[in-house]
Structure formats: C-alpha cells, structure tokens
Nanobody, 123 residues
C-alpha cells in the first residue's frame, strides 16, 4: 500500500527554522513528482514547493521563494523541506503529495497524499 508520512512539524518562533520530511513507501516514488502543500485555517490549500522525479525542476510559491528549499533522496524515498526565516503566516498544516505528472501535481490533482503535519510559527 502506497503511503506518504510527514514528520518534523512543530512550534517555532518567527525567524526560526524547521525541517519537514516526507517518507514514501509502498511503491517506487523515485519516478514521480513530489510536492509540499499547506492549508491554514479558513484558507484554501496551496502548493508551497514541488520537485520533479529527478530533481532537475523545482517550483516555489512566491510566498516562500528564497526561504524554503525542497530536495529529494530517491535512494531513501524521502523528500525534505527546509524552512528558514519562518513567519507567522507560514502557520498551517503541511502535506506531502505525489503524482506521476508534475503538471498535475502543481494543480493539486495528486494521486497520493500524506496525513499532514502541523507547523506553528509564533510572532
């Protein structure tokens, strides 16, 4: 059974850093695009960062560009998201997602989703 499990969430003060990780299992995720989404209370889910199957292409939303870094280790089936210079508006539940097509993932039409991990940034 395919599964994505997020870890690394928590509480941090503004300006601090957190490193999320997504562990994939149940199939070969090394051939699919991976991404991180987030959803804050009362807001729509938004794509934060995405990475192609081989890591050659990445995408960042304007709100996190220059502060967040997505990467992947296909040997370990993990996708970390390094988050620096965190702001109160980064507070949300963060979800890992995967899809064979980067274009579909960027539209949020992902085949695989994790359960989410809470990130809380206090100002």
């Amino acid at each position: 059974q395919e599964q994505l499990v997020e870890s690394g969430g928590g509480s941090v003060q503004a300006g601090g850093s957190l490193r999320l990780s997504c562990a994939a299992s149940g199939r070969t995720f090394s051939t699919v695009a991976m991404g991180w989404f987030r959803q804050a209370p009362g807001k729509e889910r938004e794509l934060v960062a995405a990475i192609s199957w081989n890591g050659d292409n990445t995408y960042y939303s304007d709100s996190v560009k220059g502060r967040f870094t997505i990467s992947r280790d296909n040997a370990k089936n993990t996708v970390p998201l390094q988050m620096n210079s965190l702001k109160a508006e980064d507070t949300a539940v963060y979800y890992c997602a995967a899809d064979p097509l980067m274009t579909r993932l960027r539209r949020g039409q992902c085949v695989y989703w994790g359960q989410g991990t809470q990130v809380t940034v206090s100002s």
